[in-house]
C-alpha cells in the first residue's frame, strides 16, 4: 500500500466506521466520486476496508473511536487482516499515526485477542449475549470464524439453457477450480470468485449468481410446471429466478416485495434468464388489499423474511454493528406479521415456506414455533425427507439449516409448512 492509497482507505473508512450505511454502499460511492483512482488502488482501498470491518473488534480494543483515527485503523488492518509486514509500512507512518510501536503491539497483543470471545469471533457484544442463550462458547467461536473466511462465489445453471454437467465442463476449460456444489443439483462454485458478470454464459443467462445455501432453500419451494406460487418477499429475485426455471417457465409466479427498486432490479434479470412467467408487484405491505385476490389460491408461497441477514456476515461484515437488540426486536414483530399474511394466500394442500439468512433461533425456529401455535391449519413437512426425494444427501433434520462451519455456504434456515 502507497500514501495515496492510504489515505484514501482512511477516507473512506472514517464513514465506514460508523456503520450508518452498508460499508458496500459507501464504498461504492466513494469509489465513484474518486474515478482517477486505478484498478489496483480501488483492490487495495477495498481490501483494506474490509480488513478493516473484519478486524473491527480487535482495532476497537486498540484504538479508541476508530472512525475518528481512521488512518490508524486502516494500518492496523493492514497487520492484523491483510498479513502485512510492518516493515513494509512502516514508512507510510505519519506524526499523527504515532510510532510503529503501535503497531508490533497489534501483534503482540495476539494471544489476549485470542482469549477474549469478542476478539477471537471478531462478535459485537450484544450478539454474543444473543448467541450465549443458545450455543455453548465453543459453538459460538467455530460461528465467529467461519465467517471471517472470505466467501466463495456461486452461480446456479438456468436448466432453461442447459444442464449442469455441461455447463460446468465447459467453464472448467476456462477456470479450471470451478466445481460441482456439493448439495445443490444446479450450483457451481468458483473458489477464486472470477469476476463473471461479463461472461457470456452470464449476459445469456445460463448462469446467475446465487449462493448454494439460497438454491437449497428454493428446491424446498419445490414449484412445479404449471402452479401458482407466490414469492412474497421476492426482493431482487435470487429465488423467485430458481423457482422460475424449477417451474420449466410455466405458470404463474407472483413477485411481491415493498421496494421498488430491488424488483426494478428483477426485471433485467428476468429477461436474461429468458422467464416470462414471472410477475413483479410492489405491495405497500403485508396487508396490501390487492393480495387478497389469492387468498387460498397458492399452491406455494415462499417468505424470504427481511432479516438481519446475520447468515451473510462473511460477505456483509458489517451488518452485526447495523443490527442491535432493538432493530432485532422490530424485525421479529415484522416477520411474524409477514409469515401470518403470506400464510393466508396457500391453497388447501399447498405448500408454504418460511425462510431467512439469519442463523438467530428467535428469526428462525422460534418464529415457525409461534406461527404454528397461532394456525392448526398448517403442519411442519420434514426438510431433510424433501430433499432425498430430490436426491440432495444432506440431512440438517426437520429445518433446513445451512451454516458456514459446516456446509461452506452462507448461514440459511428454512421450515416448510403444509396447508391441511
Ligand atoms: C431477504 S430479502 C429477499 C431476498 C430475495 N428473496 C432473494 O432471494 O434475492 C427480504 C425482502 O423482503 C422485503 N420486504 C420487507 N417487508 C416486506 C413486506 N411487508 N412485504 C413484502 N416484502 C417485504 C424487503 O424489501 C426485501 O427485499
Known amino acids: 500500500m502507497n500514501q495515496t492509497q492510504l489515505n484514501h482507505t482512511a477516507a473512506v473508512l472514517a464513514k465506514i466506521l460508523t456503520f450508518n450505511d452498508p460499508a458496500n454502499v459507501v464504498l461504492s460511492n466513494y469509489l465513484r466520486n474518486n474515478r482517477k483512482l486505478g484498478r489496483a488502488d480501488r483492490h487495495e482501498i477495498a481490501e483494506t476496508a474490509f480488513a478493516a470491518i473484519r478486524h473491527y473488534q480487535k482495532i476497537a480494543a486498540a484504538i479508541r473511536r476508530p472512525h475518528v483515527q481512521a488512518r490508524k485503523a486502516a494500518l492496523a488492518a493492514l497487520v492484523l487482516g491483510r498479513s502485512v509486514n510492518i ?110 458478470n461479463k461472461h457470456p454464459l452470464f449476459l445469456d443467462g445460463t448462469i446467475e449468481v446465487q449462493d448454494e445455501g439460497s438454491q437449497l432453500l428454493a428446491q424446498l419451494v419445490g414449484a412445479k410446471r404449471g402452479e401458482m406460487v407466490v414469492d412474497f418477499c421476492a426482493g431482487a429475485g435470487g429465488k423467485t429466478l430458481a423457482i422460475g426455471a424449477q417451474m420449466a417457465n410455466k405458470g404463474r409466479i407472483y413477485a411481491f416485495d415493498i421496494a421498488e427498486k430491488r424488483l426494478a432490479n428483477l426485471k433485467p434479470r428476468m429477461t436474461r434468464a429468458g422467464l416470462t412467467n414471472i410477475h413483479p408487484e410492489k405491495i405497500s405491505n403485508e396487508h396490501d388489499p390487492r393480495i387478497a385476490r389469492l387468498n387460498g389460491k397458492a399452491d406455494r408461497v415462499l417468505v424470504d423474511a427481511p432479516c438481519s441477514g446475520l447468515g451473510t456476515l462473511r460477505r456483509n461484515p458489517d451488518l452485526k454493528y447495523r443490527q442491535s437488540p432493538e432493530t432485532l426486536a422490530n424485525l421479529l414483530k415484522q416477520q411474524q406479521s409477514i409469515f401470518q399474511a403470506a400464510s393466508q394466500l396457500v391453497k388447501s394442500g399447498g405448500r408454504l415456506v418460511y425462510a ?65
Open 356 to 420: 431467512t439468512c439469519s442463523i438467530l433461533p428467535e428469526e428462525n425456529e422460534m418464529q415457525v414455533a409461534e406461527f404454528l401455535k397461532n394456525n392448526s391449519d398448517f403442519e411442519l413437512v420434514n426438510c431433510a425427507e424433501l430433499l432425498v426425494a430430490q436426491k440432495i444427501d444432506l440431512d440438517t433434520g426437520e429445518f433446513l439449516k445451512m451454516n458456514t462451519a459446516e456446509h461452506n455456504t452462507d448461514g440459511f434456515f428454512a421450515a416448510v409448512l403444509q396447508r391441511k
Open 87 to 196: 516493515s513494509q509500512i512502516e514508512e507510510l507512518l505519519n506524526e499523527e499515526d504515532g510510532k510503529k510501536e503501535f503497531l508490533s503491539s497489534l501483534k503482540a497483543r495476539k494471544a489476549e485477542f485470542l482469549g477474549s470471545l469478542n476478539t477471537a469471533t471478531e462478535l459485537p457484544e450484544w450478539l454474543i449475549d444473543v448467541l450465549k442463550t443458545h450455543w455453548s462458547d465453543e459453538e459460538i467461536l467455530a460461528f465467529g470464524r467461519s465467517v471471517t473466511q472470505p466467501a466463495p462465489l456461486d452461480v446456479r445453471v438456468n436448466t432453461l439453457n442447459g444442464k449442469r454437467d455441461k455447463i460446468l465442463a465447459q467453464l472448467q476449460t476456462e477456470f479450471p477450480n470451478a466445481i460441482a456444489t456439493p448439495f445443490a443439483p444446479n450450483g457451481i462454485r468458483f473458489p477464486n470468485k472470477p469476476a463473471l
